[in-house]
């Protein structure tokens, strides 16, 4: 899957995907055959962390 490119668009692709959709980031990379690390790395950079109690990017 082609995520965005840019973090601050990935952020709310992806909050929106998880809102919607999966249960979990893990739910999510799986089903989309992508990086959790990778994509938590290239948020934790804009200041974005993953809240796994509330299943989105804060």
């Known amino acids: ?7 601050a668009i990935l952020v709310s692709y992806l909050n929106t995907q998880l809102r919607d959709f999966y249960t979990s ?4 990379c799986k089903a989309n055959d992508c990086d959790s ?8 950079s804009i200041g974005y962390y993953y809240d796994e109690s509330q299943n989105r990017f804060r």
């Open 25 to 28: 980031l893990e739910d999510f």
């Open 37 to 44: 690390q990778e994509i938590l790395t290239k948020l934790a």
């Open 1 to 7: 899957m082609n995520l965005p490119k840019d973090p």
